[in-house]
């Protein structure tokens, strides 16, 4: 079982950075592939960006596509999203999860994934 804990989030700027850490604990993260979800209240969990296993593959949702940036580091056992050029629509709860098994055609599916963490709330202010 692995334990993930969100930091990061915050108020910000529209046009402004910020860079979302995901810390793992329980088990090393490199058996699993991870992926950033968000939530808006009243609506749906959405899919935001994931990462394999090793690192080398990478797939975003449209809306961030160009601005965000998924990445990780095993070593530190660390999944991180540099979210840059804020929009006030990228306002809600960002989840980090952990998935150990998946199809990379599915890795979007937040109904996949095995583990999640507690969120941290980003706002980004007009």
């Known amino acids: 079982q692995v334990q993930l804990r969100e930091s990061g989030g915050g108020l910000v700027q529209a046009g402004g950075s910020l860079r979302l850490s995901c810390a793992a604990s329980g088990r090393a993260l490199s058996s699993y592939a991870m992926g950033w979800f968000r939530q808006v209240p009243g609506k749906e969990r959405e899919f935001v960006a994931a990462?394999?296993?090793?690192?080398?593959?990478?797939y975003y949702a449209d809306s961030v596509k160009g601005r965000f940036t998924i990445s990780r580091d095993n070593a530190k056992n660390t999944v991180y999203l540099q979210m840059n050029s804020l929009k006030p629509e990228d306002t809600a709860v960002y989840y980090c999860?952990?998935?150990?098994?998946?199809?990379?055609?599915?890795?979007?599916?937040?109904?996949?994934?095995?583990?999640w963490g507690q969120g941290t709330q980003v706002t980004v202010s007009s």
């Open positions: 990462v394999s296993w090793s690192g080398g593959l990478t």
């Open positions: 999860a952990a998935v150990q098994s998946i199809n990379w055609n599915n890795i979007q599916l937040g109904s996949k994934y095995d583990y």
